[in-house]
Structures are given as C-alpha cells and as structure tokens.
C-alpha cells in the first residue's frame, strides 16, 4: 500500500536514512525495530513530510508522496500518531480531537460521528472530555493522541514509539488498543523499541540499523532472540 | 488625602483604564505573533500606524467618513502585516532567530521613513468622535471619545476571542502555538496559520492606531515609537504568549502612565513607566501570567 524506495534523509551532513525501502501492507500491521538513533523517527517525519528525502521515493497505492507537504500528505490518509504523543496540552480533549480532523473539517456531520466513535473508543477520554489534554496522564494523552489521529481517517496511520514513557502496565494496554486497530482491517506501521512486544503483534517487521534496513521477514520465520541481540547489542548472541 | 486629589485620582483612573485597552491591543498583537511562531515581530507598532495612515488617506483624500477611515485603518494593516510576514519572516531560516528579530527592525526603520516622508513629520488631523460628550459618573467625567475607544478595543477582542475559540482558523491558530510540530501531523498548514496570524495580529493594531488616534484627534510619526515600546512593555509585565496578560498588562500601563502623569507631570510620566518595566523585568521576568513551557 505506502511503498517507500531507496529513501535517503540528512541533517546537514550526517546521513541519517542511507537509502530505505521497505513496503507498508495494506490491512496488517509492519513493524521497524531498530536501536536508539537508528533513523525510526527520522523515517516516519520523513514519509509525514516533515523532513525532507533528498532522494527516493514514497508511493501510497502508486500515488506519489515524495516532495508533499505535511498537510497534503495527511489529507492523503498518510497519519502520524507522533513519539511523545504530542497532544495540544492547554486545548480540551474535544478540541484536541477536533483538530484531528483540521484536514476534513468542512464535513462537520463526520467529524462529529467520528469524534463520538473515537469517544466511544475510548471512555476514559469521554470522561475527561471538557479537560485540558495537559491534565491526562500519559496513558490518556496516548490514548487521546490516537483517537487524534483517527480523527483523519487514516488509510495509514503510522505510530512512533507509543510505549516511550509509560508504564508496562500502561504499556500493555496502549498495544491492546494496536492489536485492536490491527484486528479492525486498518494498516498500521508502528515503529518500536521494544521490540518482544511489538513482535507479538506485527504481521511483517523490519530492522533499521544505522540507516539501512538489515532483514525484513514475518515474526516466526527467523530466531528474533538472536536478530534482536544483534541488532541491539552490536554482537551475536553466545552460541 | 485631599478631596479633591481623590477625585483627580479617580479620573486618571478612569481615562488611563480607559486608553489602555489601545495598549492591550498592541500587546494582544506582539502576542499572537510571538505565540505561533515564537518570534518577535518588532515591525509590529509602525506596521499598526502605517495602516492607520492608510484610514487618514482616505479620509483626507476622499472625506471618508469616520467610521469608514477606521475601518480602512484596520484593514489597511492587516495588509502591511501580511507584507511584513512575507518580507521579514516566511524565508528567513527557522534555526537562526536572529535573521527575522534584525529583518523586522529593518522594517521598522523603513516603515517609520516612509510614513515621515509622505507626512513630511507632521501632524494630521484624525477624525475622532464624541469629542463633545461626556458622561458624568459622581465626580468623575468619562469622556466620549475615550469611552468608543474603549468600547471599540473590546468590541475587537471579543472578534478575536470568538475566532480563537469558535472557528476552525482559532482552533489551527492555538494547535500551533501549543504544539506546532502536532498541528502539522493533524493536517494543519502552518505557514497559512502564520500568516493569518500576521493579518489578525495586523487588524488588532490597526484598530490600536486608530483609537490612539482618535483618542486625541491627530495622527503623528511619532506614534509609532510609542507602539512599539508601550507594546512591548506590555507583553513583558503581561507575559509574551499569554493573551489575558497582555490584557491586564495593557489596562495597568494605562492606568499607570496617568496616575503618573497626575503626579510628576508629562515630561517625567515615561521615566517611571520605565521604572514598572525595569521593576517587572528584575522582580518577575516572566511577566504576570508567567512564561509558558517551551515549545516541544
């Protein structure tokens, strides 16, 4: 569905994509692992044209995104649930949402069954709904940064690090909600750390090391135990 | 304390809250500005009077009427705000912020030499209204004209407020100067929030120069000094971002510069306004309403 080719990003000199590529299925969920400083995040701003490719190419069903706007690329169906989840901290938990849905803002009549599913979704945003998203904690605000992105109709909605800073308890919930948009049909790309937990749900993953995708496969055809090491420690596991 | 003192108080009082609501409009506009993009647009009060002298155009050129040549004021600035974001900030790079802090005080300067020149540095006349009326409240006289001055700066932050808070461009508006990275991600352009920005931000010190105009029936030069740094005293005793801190900060500068001048006379009223800057700035940096968190 978002095919990205050959994909080469830099901040001023330092390289930090070296050519990607990799696809992003429709209705499954892909998962790029990879350690700290890998270029994850820099890939998804990237594909969110926040940054810029210097060369490549990102296909979303053959239609080129490369060069777009962020804007245009969200009223794409390209959404970017961001790292840190991001939420407007001093806007309600309505207006939050709202704002998800800036790009299709003049179907007033979807936007408000789309922020009542989102609500519904998620009770514990309903409950909180007058409140300013600053007050949420992080569980919510992440909570409330997907329903955000919902909110645009993704055709592909693209999560950075959801479990950054939060809770395992929290954490397991927070992939509940994955594994339940996954179930729904959605695409999903979902970029983590932690990768034991991502693997239990993602139906294609890739390692990013250094800027390059090293191995790209499904979870169970190969010993994670020991690509994970690997990638993570630099060295092979003691055999 | 004197009866009579008293009631002389009260009265600069009155007509300092009263015009003060033009400096809390100034203020409003370094605000919106600086909470978008986090930049400050020093151009802003000569932007503010050169569109004032847009209205007077019309209304020495044409006869304008006065509520048409205010109109005119505001909207007249609202178009040089734009200029003033296309020349001094859409292009210049994000990661230096010195090139659009120098690149509006270049503004500055050529604003205020064009304004001189075509005015040749003198005074005009500017229309005003309920020059001759006055409400008397006890002893205490409200002055007509201070009164629409009054009236009309809050009728315009209530236009604002609305916009803010009840339209799809406000909720844009505060998703960006909340979290300007997020707002992108939700599909918002934030270079067209910024330049709206720059118009809204524009009408509000249109309106500004007007009523400051207004208020005393000439519109000079010279003026556009006192935007500017009335302006920006405000937003520091306010708090540069926060909108109901450049409100109260505006009322207070007002009020202050005429009980001031009540006490030690027009020639030292700046010195000790001054003072309530240096004072806020060493006692509380932040400004009233404190500084917001940094962005990101």
């Known amino acids: 569905m978002l095919e990205i080719r050959d994909i080469r990003t830099s901040y001023g000199k330092i390289a930090a994509l070296k050519g990607v590529s990799l696809d992003i299925r429709e209705g499954g969920l892909t998962c790029l692992l990879g350690p700290n400083g890998a270029g994850k995040t820099t890939l998804i701003w990237t594909i969110a044209g926040i940054l810029r490719a210097q060369s490549g190419s990102m296909t979303l069903d053959g239609e080129e995104l490369t060069g777009l706007k962020s804007h245009t690329i969200v009223g794409k169906g390209v959404v970017t649930v961001p790292e840190n989840r991001l939420v407007f901290p001093e806007m309600t938990v309505r207006d939050n949402l709202i704002a998800g849905a800036f790009s299709r803002r003049k179907d007033k009549t979807g936007v408000m069954a789309d922020l009542e599913d989102v609500l519904q979704r998620f009770p514990r945003l309903r409950e909180r709904a007058s409140q300013e998203a600053g007050t949420l904690s992080g569980g919510e605000q992440q909570m409330l940064a997907v329903g955000r992105a919902l909110m645009a109709r993704p055709r592909v909605l693209l999560m950075d690090e959801p479990s950054t800073g939060l809770a395992p308890i929290i954490v397991e919930e927070i992939f509940a909600i994955i594994g339940q948009l996954r179930d729904e049909g959605r695409t999903i790309f979902l970029v983590e750390q932690n990768a034991h937990m991502a693997l239990d749900y993602a139906d294609h993953f890739y390692l990013l090391e250094q800027g390059h995708v090293t191995f790209g496969g499904r979870p169970g055809e190969v010993d994670h135990e020991e690509l994970i090491a690997q990638a993570y420690l630099g060295a092979r596991k003691a055999s | ?296």
């Open chain 2, 1 to 296: 304390m004197d009866y009579f003192f008293f009631i002389d108080l009260l009265q600069s009082l009155t007509d300092g809250l009263l015009f003060g609501t033009t400096y809390a409009l100034i203020g409003i506009g370094f605000t919106l500005i600086f909470g978008v993009m986090r930049k400050l647009n020093l151009a802003y009060g000569a932007a503010s009077l050169a569109g004032t002298y847009i209205g007077l155009l019309a209304f020495l050129n044409l006869g304008a009427p006065p509520a048409l040549v205010f109109v005119i004021s505001a909207l007249g600035a609202g178009v040089i705000g734009l200029v003033v974001y296309y020349c001094c900030f859409r292009f210049t790079p994000e990661t230096v912020p010195m090139a659009s802090l120098l690149a509006s005080v270049g503004m500055l300067l050529f604003i205020d030499e064009v304004v001189v020149h075509l005015s040749h540095g003198m005074p005009y006349p500017y229309p005003s209204v309920f020059r001759d009326s006055v409400i008397e409240i006890g002893e205490v006289w409200v002055r007509g004209d201070l009164l629409f001055v009054f009236l009309m700066c809050v009728v315009a932050m209530g236009v604002l407020f609305w916009l803010l808070h009840r339209t799809p461009l406000g909720l844009a508006t505060r998703a960006v100067s909340q979290q300007p990275r997020a707002a992108q991600l939700c599909g918002i352009d934030s270079a067209r929030v910024n330049a709206l920005t720059f118009v809204i931000a524009g009408v509000l010190g249109g309106v500004a120069g007007a009523m400051t105009a207004a208020a005393v029936g000439v519109l000079s030069p010279i003026i556009a000094m006192g935007l500017t740094v009335k302006g920006l005293i405000v937003v520091v005793i306010g708090g540069l971002g926060s909108i109901p801190g450049a409100i109260i900060g505006g009322l207070l500068v007002g009020a202050a510069e005429n009980i001031f001048l009540l006490l030690r006379g027009v020639t030292e009223r700046d010195i000790y306004v001054m003072l309530l800057l240096f004072l806020f700035l060493t006692l509380r940096p932040g400004g009233l309403f404190g500084a917001h968190a940094g962005r990101d």
